[in-house]
């Protein structure tokens, strides 16, 4: 798939997407990731790409013409999915949501800042406004590298085990059963036997069994 993501602070997603398991997708060509400087597509001769708020108050909005310029001159070259802009006020992202997203060929992710985009940029070119929380970031650069890690790990080949991002928590509404490795003992405090038992069919039984109660007890939304 691809991805292009629109910022005006391209430097910050430069770690999320060029390290474990992204950069790997990225040099299988499994995601092909673009990151574009929208202040390229600015006005006049200070590459202005914000301005203030008509009616006033405090902060600044990104103009609508630089965004449309780049969405534009990216639509000319190949059809898009989905535009998404992340925003606060989107839609709560899920991984029933990224298990969605990642089947799509391409997609677009315009990220804000200030006080956000022009309002016509949300009713007129973007197609999906996803939130990833209940809080307020600076701008939408770390929720764009949220949106993509979780996508891009879950393309098929993007794992090494393949059936490990199946087993992740949330991907069946389950919370992941508790993990151990070695020693089986320290300090004194035991891994649980039946891990060290041997009996794969008895240890698949007591994690689906830790999955739920874990579940119940964490997160009984979840099961509802
Ligand atoms: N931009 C600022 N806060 C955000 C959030 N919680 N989710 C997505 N984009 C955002």
Redesign the pocket.
């Known amino acids: 798939m691809r991805i292009d993501v629109i910022t005006v602070l391209p430097e910050l997603l430069d770690s999320p997407i060029n390290h474990s398991i992204v950069k790997r997708a990225r040099n299988k060509r499994l995601a092909d990731i673009y990151v574009h400087n929208l202040r390229d597509y600015g006005k006049g001769n200070y590459k202005q790409i914000d301005d203030y708020a008509f009616g006033g108050g405090a902060g600044m909005v990104m103009m609508i013409e630089p965004i449309f310029e780049i969405i534009e001159k990216l639509k000319s070259e190949r059809s898009y999915d989905e535009i998404i802009y ?3 006020d ?1 839609e709560q ?1 899920k991984q029933s949501t990224a298990n969605h997203l990642s089947t799509f060929e391409n997609i677009i992710i315009l ?2 800042h200030y006080k956000g985009v022009d309002h016509r940029v949300r009713e007129r070119l973007v197609t999906k406004e ?11 650069e ?3 590298a949220v949106i993509i890690d979780t996508i891009v790990r879950i393309i098929p080949g993007a794992i090494s085990d393949e059936t490990s991002a199946l087993t992740d928590s949330f991907q069946d509404n389950l919370l992941s059963p508790p993990v151990y490795t070695r020693p089986p003992e320290f300090n004194g405090w035991k891994v649980p036997d039946i891990l060290l038992s041997g009996n794969h069919k008895l240890i698949d039984k007591w994690n689906e069994e830790q999955a739920f109660e874990r579940t119940q007890r964490l997160r009984p939304d979840l099961l509802e």
Not at 130 to 140: E, N
Request: charged residues 5%; negative net charge.
């Open positions: 992340v925003t606060p989107g992202f990220c804000g996803i939130s990833i929380g209940d809080y307020v970031l600076s701008g939408g770390l929720a764009a």
